[in-house]
T-cell receptor
Framework: QKEVEQNSGPLSVPEGAIASLNCTYSDRGSQSFFWYRQYSGKSPELIMFIYSNGDKEDGRFTAQLNKASQYVSLLIRDSQPSDSATYLCAVKHYGGSQGNLIFGKGTKLSVKP | NAGVMQNPRHLVRRRGQEARLRCSPMKGHSHVYWYRQLPEEGLKFMVYLQKENIIDESGMPKERFSAEFPKEGPSILRIQQVVRGDSAAYFC???????????FGPGTRLLVL
């Protein structure tokens, strides 16, 4: 069964620090990797996606992918209280009719002022 | 551009009633996905549809749940004879193609009394 694992947290960091969120996945056939942010009571909001090994940067966010280790991470630099939310890691495996995302349960991040 | 739209945003039903959840994808998107999020749980894939076709329903419960995406109008997720365990947030996502990023709607919060 394809699984995506995340530490549930809460992960607490002070304002201005780097927050590091980690995710592992079980299916080596996974080809696309996504990070969504979900505020309490709201819908998931796409932050970043990554397809290739290495780093991908977008503003304060950096996604890192290591397919050999089946590991993907999200770094948030200069964390702000407004970054406090649950961060969902999702993977997609292409093949046949599959188009759905497989989500981890999310890591709750708390940024303290 | 309007995003993914879902209605109603909140729905209250008594046990045994039917629930109908609607989803209009983003303009230009022909792929629709339904996910369910139980309290304190991650998002779970339910069904993937294109216009007039169910592509993958591997995440749908075998009984009481059905989905459609007609040629005209929104996609509909129908739950017949609801039970308390159906209480959850139901999110719809859409993408322009199968391999592309999915964007989520605001969700429908279903409460079964």
């Amino acid at each position: 069964q394809k699984e995506v694992e995340q530490n549930s947290g809460p992960l607490s960091v002070p304002e201005g620090a780097i927050a590091s969120l980690n995710c592992t996945y079980s299916d080596r056939g996974s080809q696309s990797f996504f990070w969504y942010r979900q505020y309490s009571g709201k819908s998931p909001e796409l932050i970043m996606f990554i397809y290739s090994n290495g780093d991908k940067e977008d503003g304060r966010f950096t996604a890192q992918l290591n397919k050999a280790s089946q590991y993907v991470s999200l770094l948030i630099r200069d964390s702000q209280p407004s970054d406090s939310a649950t961060y969902l890691c999702a993977v997609k495996h292409y093949g046949g009719s599959q188009g759905n995302l497989i989500f981890g349960k999310g890591t709750k991040l708390s940024v303290k002022p | 551009n309007a995003g993914v739209m879902q209605n109603p945003r909140h729905l209250v039903r008594r046990r045994g009633q039917e629930a109908r959840l609607r989803c209009s994808p983003m303009k230009g998107h022909s792929h629709v996905y339904w996910y369910r999020q139980l309290p304190e749980e991650g998002l779970k894939f339910m069904v993937y549809l294109q216009k007039e076709n169910i592509i993958d329903e591997s995440g749908m419960p075998k009984e009481r749940f059905s989905a459609e995406f007609p040629k005209e109008g929104p996609s509909i997720l129908r739950i017949q004879q609801v039970v308390r365990g159906d209480s959850a947030a139901y999110f719809c996502a859409s993408s322009p193609q199968q391999q592309e990023t999915q964007y989520f709607g605001p969700g429908t919060r279903l409460l079964v009394l």
